[in-house]
């Protein structure tokens, strides 16, 4: 597939519009109360009898931090008390047990993440506790081929933890950095020295990790093309195999931690445009692949290699491999996805206990995909994940005449066409270089529910 990528400024300003980052088609807002933890039940079941082979994917989520980052927008709790850490364990084996009971045992989890908050809040010997814990009710996969992943915060990092980590099987590390310049860490309050992180990517790498991915984001307060510049070039050093360049939406009415950023310190539409075109041609002539929205990858990486092989994906925690595996979903707010079903947990530590407590799954909403659900999902996926529909595939598996299904999809790309941001023939459409940056806005003429939201909470596309 076509990999290039052309910065226009001119049109990502005309197209600078709010909309779905589509890690889920239907996205969050179609989620509903309807879908429980029994419907949640069924679905999860009958994934065993449609393929007992099937693999699994764990999520874990670890609500807890020590401090504030003000531009966060995670699921969070803030917290000194480490007690509230050891209580929510005791609650996490239980939803463990249960999830455990719902799929047989002879499917193995070949991925699995850790995300958060901090997951390496957890002291070690209860970073080794969760992992016996996913043994005991879930057949790990311990083979090499496995995908075990992790968010780390190198402030968060005891002298052996990214050892035990290692032990413990994972062998892929994310961590948090955000931006190196120290007056942008003091305006969000994330004072993390560029030391600290190299010594974390360091013994990860000695350590036997596979993958490195360090996350930034642009558009916080103080940042320039010239700051974010020396930001990157920092970041080369470490040579990441992955690098997630996140776009922070200021939404303070939303997330309250926000209030404390000054919107007179937020640098204005013209830099942070400038520091995304900056930022692309760094990285291009670094040797990264773009392989979509935030994520960039080296050529010789597993994203980029999904990518070319048609096997990539996108899920609640971004681009992913191994789309055919069911998602499970540890802790509040965490999203699973199995078979044509979506779920999601409690969002409140209380009400999650509460429900474990009755004996329950805490999932409290969800939906389960209908058929035209399902058949857009997949032209979304495709246009999202490598850039181009065939219209023949898509046919064959879903049995329409893509035409007739989506003539006015396509009659509403005609102007994208017309700006030489898509290319729509008889067999297929593609996304040209020009248009690589601006995927939402090519899945949102796909997407059957945008028209019905009333007010609809989403960020802009650049």
Same mark, same amino acid.
């Given at each position: 597939?076509?990999?290039?990528?052309?910065?226009?400024?001119?049109?990502?300003?005309?197209?600078?519009?709010?909309?779905?980052?589509?890690?889920?088609?239907?996205?969050? @807002?179609?989620?509903?109360?309807?879908?429980?933890?029994?419907?949640?039940?069924?679905?999860?079941?009958?994934?065993?009898?449609?393929?007992? %082979?099937?693999?699994?994917?764990?999520?874990?989520?670890?609500?807890?931090?020590?401090?504030?980052?003000?531009?966060?927008?995670?699921?969070?709790?803030?917290?000194?008390?480490?007690?509230?850490?050891?209580?929510?364990?005791?609650?996490?084996?239980?939803?463990?047990?249960?999830?455990?009971?719902?799929?047989?045992?002879?499917?193995?989890?070949?991925?699995?993440?850790?995300?958060?908050?901090?997951?390496?809040?957890?002291?070690?010997?209860?970073?080794?506790?969760?992992?016996?814990?996913?043994? +005991?009710?879930?057949?790990?996969?311990?083979?090499?081929?496995?995908?075990?992943?992790?968010?780390?915060?190198?402030?968060?990092?005891?002298?052996?933890?990214?050892?035990?980590?290692?032990?413990?099987?994972?062998?892929?590390?994310?961590?948090?950095?955000?931006?190196?310049? @120290?007056?942008?860490?003091?305006?969000?309050?994330?004072?993390?020295?560029?030391?600290?992180?190299?010594?974390?990517?360091?013994?990860?790498?000695?350590?036997?990790?596979?993958?490195?991915?360090?996350?930034?984001?642009?558009?916080?307060?103080?940042?320039?093309?010239?700051?974010?510049?020396?930001?990157?070039?920092?970041?080369?050093?470490?040579?990441?195999?992955?690098?997630?360049?996140?776009?922070?939406?200021?939404?303070?009415?939303?997330?309250?931690?926000?209030?404390?950023?000054?919107?007179?310190?937020?640098?204005?539409?013209?830099?942070?445009? %400038?520091?995304?075109?900056?930022?692309?041609?760094?990285?291009?002539?670094?040797?990264?692949?773009?392989?979509?929205?935030?994520?960039?990858?080296?050529?010789?990486?597993?994203?980029?290699?999904?990518?070319?092989?048609?096997?990539?994906?996108?899920?609640?925690?971004?681009?992913?491999?191994?789309?055919?595996?069911?998602?499970?979903?540890?802790?509040?707010? %965490?999203?699973?996805?199995?078979?044509?079903?979506?779920?999601?947990?409690?969002?409140?530590?209380?009400?999650?206990?509460?429900?474990?407590?009755?004996?329950?799954?805490?999932?409290?909403?969800?939906?389960?995909?209908? %058929?035209?659900?399902?058949?857009?999902?997949?032209?979304?996926?495709?246009?999202?994940?490598?850039?181009?529909?065939?219209?023949?595939?898509?046919?064959?598996?879903?049995?329409?005449?893509?035409?007739?299904?989506?003539?006015?999809?396509?009659? +509403?790309?005609?102007?994208?066409?017309?700006?030489?941001?898509?290319?729509?023939?008889?067999?297929?459409?593609?996304?040209?270089?020009?248009?690589?940056?601006?995927?939402?806005?090519?899945?949102?003429?796909?997407?059957?529910?945008?028209?019905?939201?009333?007010?609809?909470?989403?960020?802009?596309?650049?």
């Amino acid at each position: 597939m076509e990999q290039r990528l052309v910065f226009d400024p001119e049109i990502l300003r005309r197209y600078d519009v709010s909309g779905p980052r589509y890690t889920s088609y239907p996205t969050a @807002p179609q989620f509903h109360e309807g879908f429980d933890d029994r419907a949640y039940a069924e679905a999860a079941q009958a994934t065993n009898g449609a393929d007992p %082979a099937r693999p699994l994917s764990l999520y874990v989520h670890v609500p807890f931090c020590d401090t504030v980052c003000f531009y966060c927008a995670c699921n969070k709790v803030i917290t000194g008390n480490y007690q509230r850490a050891q209580r929510y364990l005791q609650y996490l084996e239980r939803e463990a047990e249960l999830q455990g009971e719902l799929f047989d045992r002879e499917r193995t989890v070949g991925q699995l993440h850790f995300g958060g908050g901090t997951p390496t809040y957890l002291g070690d010997d209860d970073l080794r506790r969760v992992m016996a814990t996913l043994a +005991r009710h879930f057949r790990l996969d311990e083979s090499d081929a496995r995908e075990f992943s992790i968010e780390i915060d190198p402030r968060a990092v005891r002298p052996g933890t990214i050892p035990l980590l290692g032990e413990l099987g994972f062998n892929r590390i994310s961590l948090g950095v955000q931006d190196f310049d @120290p007056n942008v860490q003091r305006a969000v309050n994330r004072i993390q020295p560029f030391e600290v992180t190299a010594r974390a990517v360091e013994q990860a790498r000695a350590n036997g990790f596979e993958s490195t991915n360090l996350d930034l984001i642009y558009g916080l307060p103080l940042q320039t093309v010239e700051t974010y510049t020396a930001t990157l070039e920092r970041a080369l050093e470490l040579r990441p195999e992955r690098l997630a360049i996140y776009n922070y939406a200021h939404l303070p009415q939303m997330f309250k931690t926000q209030r404390q950023i000054r919107e007179a310190d937020l640098p204005d539409a013209a830099e942070k445009l %400038a520091i995304l075109e900056t930022t692309i041609a760094r990285l291009t002539d670094a040797g990264y692949v773009y392989i979509g929205m935030d994520h960039f990858a080296l050529p010789d990486d597993e994203l980029a290699t999904a990518q070319r092989a048609g096997t990539l994906q996108r899920n609640f925690q971004g681009y992913s491999t191994r789309a055919e595996y069911d998602l499970v979903a540890l802790g509040p707010t %965490a999203i699973g996805k199995v078979g044509a079903s979506y779920s999601q947990n409690l969002r409140e530590l209380d009400a999650y206990y509460a429900r474990l407590d009755a004996g329950r799954l805490p999932v409290f909403r969800g939906l389960e995909l209908n %058929a035209d659900d399902r058949l857009r999902r997949d032209v979304i996926t495709e246009l999202m994940c490598h850039s181009r529909i065939d219209f023949a595939a898509i046919e064959a598996r879903h049995g329409i005449v893509f035409g007739e299904v989506f003539g006015d999809a396509l009659e +509403r790309l005609q102007g994208m066409e017309a700006d030489g941001l898509v290319r729509i023939g008889a067999e297929r459409l593609e996304i040209l270089p020009r248009g690589r940056l601006l995927l939402r806005n090519v899945a949102m003429a796909f997407d059957a529910y945008l028209k019905t939201e009333s007010a609809p909470r989403y960020s802009k596309v650049v």
